[in-house]
């Protein structure tokens, strides 16, 4: 092979292999920067996002929950002893006794006679919209409600006409849930997380409950 020969094949190895090896490699180069600059900019926007999501919850942190705690202090009354004995508190003309300890109806039912006393009797709005203002929200109280001789016949303790009182069942309630053996035939205040006002609901009367006694103001 002659010299003119062997500079015809270097020109087209170089044509073949050198050109395109060129050419693939600045391809490269242009491709690589601006992935680069895609990524730094998707990386940029999501910062942005996450710090306008962590000034949000911040502003909204600080503004509802003292609105919140304002509200239910609001509501929250202290109770006043009045003329009642010590630990008892007054309204209108009743005294009335919180327990700190749970019983099952019955013996709160004669821990309230022992004390001269009687489970509560509710009577009024305004009676059940003060008591539920100062007792332990998120607690359940006995009252002197109650089914003793038939289902769905249900009596005060103190003799008051059922009928002659307003109601304050929960929605659904009393629905006598058969669960226990004994079923439900005791009456109970007890509240929801977003309410203040204390509701009736039947209970099983074996359960253990704080309860309220009521006696006549001195």
Not at 22 to 45: A, D, F, T, Y
Request: charged fraction near 25%; hydrophobic fraction near 35%.
């Amino acid at each position: 092979m002659n010299i003119t020969g062997v500079r015809e094949m270097d020109s087209i190895q170089y044509d073949e292999f050198g050109t395109s090896d060129i050419e693939s490699n600045h391809s490269r180069r242009k491709i690589i920067p601006q992935r680069g600059m895609q990524s730094r900019v998707v990386h940029l926007l999501y910062g942005v996002l996450v710090l306008l999501l962590l000034i949000i919850l911040l502003i909204t942190g600080l503004k509802y929950p003292a609105t919140i705690n304002q509200h239910y202090y609001d509501e929250f009354q202290l109770p006043v002893r009045g003329t009642c004995s010590e630990e008892w508190w007054s309204f209108q003309d009743s005294c009335y006794l919180a327990s700190k300890r749970k019983l099952n109806w019955n013996s709160a039912e004669e821990k309230c006679i022992e004390l001269g006393a009687q489970l509560l009797v509710l009577n009024s709005e305004d009676e059940l919209d003060y008591i539920s203002q100062v007792i332990d929200a998120g607690e359940r109280y006995w009252v002197g409600l109650v089914e003793r001789t038939q289902e769905g016949h249900w009596t005060w303790v103190d003799g008051t006409d059922y009928k002659s009182t307003p109601h304050f069942w929960d929605k659904g309630q009393p629905d006598n849930w058969q669960v226990g053996v004994s079923g439900e035939d005791c009456g109970q205040l007890h509240d929801g997380p977003h309410r203040r006002r204390k509701l009736w609901n039947d209970a099983d009367c074996n359960l253990t409950y704080n309860y309220i006694c009521e006696a006549k103001g001195k």
